[in-house]
């Protein structure tokens, strides 16, 4: 691999913008780039994962989307990676080829979820085949067991790892065991891999412990503020990062309350941002005008710090 501009601080979860009858709306990507890292001070961005409905959208359409973020984000965005996960290799594999010829800056996997790897060396299997077929692209292992019911833990896969994928270059860490995470952040003692914290409201546990930083969906729209608490952390100021980690956490405290997920996510955005996300593709519904309204008015309510 080439030299590269360390991974860090905040990657937004990029949303799948999509027109109101179901097709992907990529003319938008140029203003939701645009938006990121004017409004919200984002550079780096995680397409097709979670958020992006990623498992919900055809093989070409996945392509489509990676290669206008790519393009769109050229000049302006650091780092533009590329979840290429799928439930079968041949999938992941046509999408890893895929993303390192449109010149990704990184490719990140799920493990499998129907058929499930049960213990490490078949998880590895798995992720050394996929990574084989972008050589000279960073990879990241996307670890998120409460979706995909894969629970062998990251410590333990970070055994050897390096040497059966040499590209491996971290973890999306996706669980709420801070142990787990604060075990692998102490074996990388060189800080040779980058370790982003994947569940928002928890973030400033996980810096505590040593993460690099973050990929989420709220940093689409609280991005700034988030920044702002990274700042304050850094500095050190805890009880400035505190009041951030908890208003942002009163926030999704309430959201979560009344139903919370990707369909609700594209519906914040929209209106925070003013960028029309549209509706989720089916199963997944569109949030209700009652959401909307009780979400904005709290949103509206929370007094940051200093104004921000």
């Known amino acids: 691999m080439t030299s590269r501009k360390k991974l860090k601080g905040l990657v937004a979860a990029t949303i799948t913008p999509m027109t109101p009858d179901g097709k992907i709306n990529l003319p938008v990507i140029r203003q939701y780039v645009d938006y990121l890292v004017n409004e919200q001070n984002v550079r780096n961005v995680f397409v097709n994962g979670t958020t992006g409905e990623g498992l919900s959208l055809s093989i070409q359409e996945r392509k489509q989307l990676a290669e206008e973020w790519v393009c769109q984000g050229k000049d302006k965005l650091d780092h533009v990676i590329i979840h290429v996960g ?136 609280l991005g700034r503020q988030t920044n702002l608490m990274l700042q304050a952390f850094a500095k050190p100021d805890f009880a400035l990062a505190q009041q951030y980690q908890f208003l942002t956490g009163e926030f999704l405290n309430f959201v979560i309350k009344l139903g919370f997920g990707v369909a609700q996510t594209k519906a914040v955005m929209t209106f925070v941002s003013g960028i029309p996300m549209g509706p989720p593709r089916l199963p997944l519904v569109d949030a209700s005008s009652e959401f909307i309204a009780k979400a904005k008015a709290k949103l509206d309510s929370i007094v940051w710090p200093h104004g921000n």
Do not use: M, W
């Not at 493990?111 to 590895?124: I, S």
């Not at 972008?134 to 979706?147: G, R, T």
């Not at 790892?161 to 065991?177: E, H, L, M, N």
């Open 86 to 221: 799928a439930l079968n290799l041949p999938e992941c594999q046509e999408l890893a080829r895929h993303a390192a010829a449109i010149g990704a800056g990184g490719i990140a996997v799920i493990a499998p979820f129907f058929f499930k790897p049960t213990n490490k060396d078949e998880l590895v299997a798995f992720l050394q085949k996929v990574a084989l077929e972008a050589p000279e692209v960073p990879f990241y292992y996307y670890h998120i067991p409460p979706l995909t019911g894969v629970k062998i833990r990251v410590e333990e896969l970070l055994d050897g790892i390096k040497a059966q994928i040499p590209t491996f270059q971290g973890v999306k860490f996706s669980d709420t065991d801070l142990l787990d995470l604060a075990q692998c952040i102490n074996k990388n003692d060189t800080g040779e891999f980058e370790f982003l914290y994947g569940v928002d409201e928890q973030l400033l546990s996980a810096l505590a412990v040593g993460a690099n930083g973050a990929v989420g969906s709220t940093y689409n729209y």
